[in-house]
């Protein structure tokens, strides 16, 4: 584990994480990545995503009731200021325990208390020869919430996707990779502005960039 602007505990900023776990392995996830339904908030029709919300209990964390994603346009200019739905995650995926694993992961680095919301988006960008994919067209952002972890599950044919943070949007960036799949990144939310750029084929046919995304708070409201 590379820890990144020294310190103790999460306070600091951010982590980066090679191959993030041992028992981790992004390859099982990939079945679950092939049913997913278009985002409809995006134009294009070339990021398709899911989502739902999971609470911290004592000693597990289970899957809450459907919500609805809400930020303000202060945080997401392109689509904030609307509640957005999306289909729920798959069941077989909320019971799979690498998942469940991946959950885990994340509370503990971020030290969530009881009754944290997680909220996780399953998201797949494409793209073809006549189309780049964009996984942030809302440009340099931040969520709205308190903790932001990506966690890398497959690449395949695409270049670009490059992961930036920057403590001020009109900076240059503190952190600058392409997260290839079992990397995963956590960041502390309430210092850096993300962005990821965007990706394009590197040879004939189409491409694609799978990753989750994890919030908390989870950023979802009830109807």
């Known amino acids: 584990m590379q820890k990144v602007f020294g310190s103790t505990g999460f306070e600091f900023g951010f982590l980066f994480v090679m191959r993030a776990e041992s028992a981790m392995d992004p390859e ?8 997913l339904p278009v985002d409809p908030y995006i134009k294009g029709d070339y990021r398709l995503r899911r989502l739902s919300r999971f609470k911290v209990l004592e000693e597990d964390i289970v899957k809450m009731p459907h919500g ?4 303000p346009k202060e945080y997401n200019p392109l689509v904030g200021g609307i509640k957005r739905e999306f289909v729920e995650l798959d069941d077989e995926l909320v019971e799979f325990d690498m998942f469940k694993r991946l959950l885990s992961i994340f509370r503990d680095f971020c030290s969530l208390d009881i009754g944290a919301e997680i909220g996780v988006h399953q998201i797949r960008t494409t793209c073809s020869p006549d189309n780049f994919g964009n996984p942030a067209p809302e440009g340099i952002h931040s969520d709205g919430s308190d903790f932001v972890c990506i966690y890398s599950i497959d690449r395949r044919n695409v270049q670009g996707g490059e992961t ?3 403590r001020d949007k009109t ?10 799949p079992g990397e995963l990144l956590l960041i502390n939310d309430r210092k850096f502005f993300h962005y990821t750029s965007p990706i394009q084929p590197i040879g004939p046919g189409n491409g694609q960039r799978d990753v989750f995304v994890l919030t908390s708070p989870s950023l979802l409201v009830d109807h």
């Open 28 to 35: 099982t996830f990939e079945p679950f990545f092939w049913n």
């Open 68 to 71: 609805y994603l809400f930020q």
């Open 164 to 166: 930036h943070l920057y």
């Open 171 to 180: 900076g240059k960036p503190v952190f600058d990779k392409i997260l290839y």
